[in-house]
Nanobody, 122 residues
Framework: QVQLQESGGGSVQSGGSLKPSCAAS?????MGWFRQAPGKEREAVAH????????YYADSVKGRFTVSQDNAKNTLYLQMNSLSPEDTAMYYC??????????????????WGHGTQVTVSS
């Protein structure tokens, strides 16, 4: 059973930084961060593929956010810098199975964490 637990969200002022983490149990080969603000669709923020070595960032966060993974701890991180109120959302961790289609499955039917709130004030 794959389980994901996010932590490290919080409230910061514009321009500040946060580094939420996602601790995973079970066998995962690709993991990512998604976010959803009230009244908006869920959007992908970033993902990392262990086998392929591919990293993806949404255009809205490119250059400000950095995703990384500690394989020994099976933990995903999201370093968020230069935060703005537009980044305010619930941030969810997701994971895909050990499959050649891991990334595809990450976007179709992943395991989900319960989310950590990020609030950025002006």
């Amino acid at each position: 059973q794959v389980q994901l637990q996010e932590s490290g969200g919080g409230s910061v002022q514009s321009g500040g930084s946060l580094k939420p983490s996602c601790a995973a149990s079970g066998d995962t080969r690709c993991m990512g961060w998604f976010r959803q603000a009230p009244g908006k669709e869920r959007e992908a923020v970033a993902h990392i593929d262990i086998d392929g070595g591919n990293i993806y960032y949404a255009d809205s966060v490119k250059g400000r956010f950095t995703v990384s993974q500690d394989n020994a701890k099976n933990t995903l991180y999201l370093q968020m810098n230069s935060l703005s109120p537009e980044d305010t959302a619930m941030y969810y961790c997701a994971a895909g199975p050990p499959s050649p289609r891991c990334v595809k499955l990450l976007y179709e039917n992943p395991y989900w964490g319960h989310g950590t709130q990020v609030t950025v004030s002006s």
